[in-house]
């Protein structure tokens, strides 16, 4: 079974530009999680989304943060513009029913 | 406050000797505890979890945690270290209330096993 896809794994880019993450998450998992990981830190949730409906966006910085799970399955996540500070590593995660929630690799995002 | 903490951020131990990595939480309710490790440059993969039931609960690669409702902890544990243990562990709890269900995590333990 595959696991969780992102893409790219790694982008650099010049603040105040805009830049987009793109997550597939494993087959038949309802639940997607966007998370941000600042280097030393454990993962920060960014948005979840239950199916193609985003429950809980509370730690979204919606000034410049914005996601979409169209159809329920693939989600993207895009910034615009970037700041200095949002360089991190972006997890994107899936789960299904009350069980654990699998990761994917991330994508880390250096903005210069 | 819901909240997780791992007091050490590197763990050294001596291959074959036994490990543990320590993490102690803060939640109102039952809680939901789970262990995550991440190697470099790759996702957070999932260990173990304790819901309910045994306070010992096993995992994958010979890991296994120890839940104690009194201490408020739930430490990792594995009785030999190996090289390739070495990594960065994560202890989360999971919040949920209202809209909210998500994992809260601490800010990890580094463990390096020397060979």
């Known amino acids: 079974e595959a696991g969780v896809v992102q893409s790219p794994r790694y982008k650099i880019i010049e603040k105040k530009q805009p830049v987009a993450f793109w997550c597939n998450p494993i087959?038949?998992?309802?639940?997607l999680y966007w998370y941000r990981q600042n280097l030393g830190q454990g993962p920060e949730l960014l948005i979840r989304?239950?199916?193609?409906?985003?429950?809980?966006d509370s730690q979204l910085p919606k000034d410049r943060f914005s996601a979409e799970r169209l159809k329920g399955v693939d989600s993207t996540l895009k910034i615009q513009p970037a700041e200095l500070g949002d360089s991190a590593v972006y997890l994107c995660?899936?789960?299904?029913?009350?069980?654990?929630?699998?990761f994917g690799p991330g994508t880390r995002l250096t903005v210069t | 406050a819901q909240s997780v903490a791992q007091p050490e951020d590197q763990v050294n131990v001596a291959e074959g000797n036994p490990l543990t990595v320590k993490c102690t939480y803060s939640?109102?309710?039952?809680?939901?505890l789970f262990w995550y490790v991440q190697y470099p440059n790759r996702g957070l993969q999932f260990l173990l979890k304790?819901?309910?039931?045994?306070?010992l609960v096993k995992g994958s690669y010979g890991f296994e945690a120890e839940f104690n409702k009194s201490q408020t902890s739930f430490h990792l544990k594995k009785p030999s270290a190996l090289v390739s243990d070495s990594a960065l562990y994560f202890c989360?709890?999971?919040?949920?209330?209202?809209?909210?269900?998500?994992?809260?995590f601490g800010t990890g333990t580094l463990l390096a096993v020397q060979p």
């Open positions: 995660a899936s789960r299904t029913g009350e069980n654990e929630q699998y």
């Open positions: 087959s038949g998992h309802n639940t």
């Open positions: 989304y239950e199916n193609e409906e985003a429950v809980d």
């Open positions: 939640v109102s309710g039952n809680p939901y």
């Open positions: 304790y819901i309910t039931g045994d306070n």
């Open positions: 989360a709890v999971r919040f949920a209330e209202g809209a909210t269900n998500k994992l809260i």
